[in-house]
């Protein structure tokens, strides 16, 4: 199991193949994503890779927002703690 920390890490790093590394880095924990410039079309790719490299629960997408506003509530997901 991944720790708090290496799920960040793992978010920030896929976040920054979709946005750019400027914005993956840049966004803070808690700032929501579309404040970020964070799109609908990237957080799908993004969810869809964590789900993939995590084995999470897929999330329907008209929860998508629900679940991934920021980095910290996706990785309170990916933790199974959301």
Same mark, same amino acid.
């Given at each position: #199991?991944?720790?708090?920390?290496e799920? +960040?890490?793992?978010?920030?790093?896929?976040?920054? @193949?979709?946005?750019? +590394?400027?914005?993956a880095?840049g966004?803070? *924990?808690n +700032? !929501?994503?579309?404040?970020?410039?964070?799109d609908?079309?990237?957080? #799908?790719?993004?969810?869809?890779?964590?789900e993939?490299d995590?084995? *999470?629960? !897929?999330?329907?997408?008209?929860?998508?927002?629900?679940?991934?506003?920021?980095?910290?509530?996706?990785?309170?997901?990916?933790?199974g703690? @959301?």
């Open positions: #199991m991944s720790t708090q920390h799920l +960040e890490a793992l978010v920030r790093r896929r976040l920054a @193949e979709q946005t750019g +590394e400027e914005v880095y966004v803070g *924990a +700032e !929501p994503f579309l404040t970020a410039g964070v609908s079309v990237h957080l #799908m790719h993004l969810v869809a890779q964590l993939e995590t084995g *999470a629960e !897929p999330v329907a997408e008209a929860e998508l927002w629900a679940v991934a506003t920021s980095v910290s509530s996706l990785v309170a997901y990916l933790a703690t @959301e």
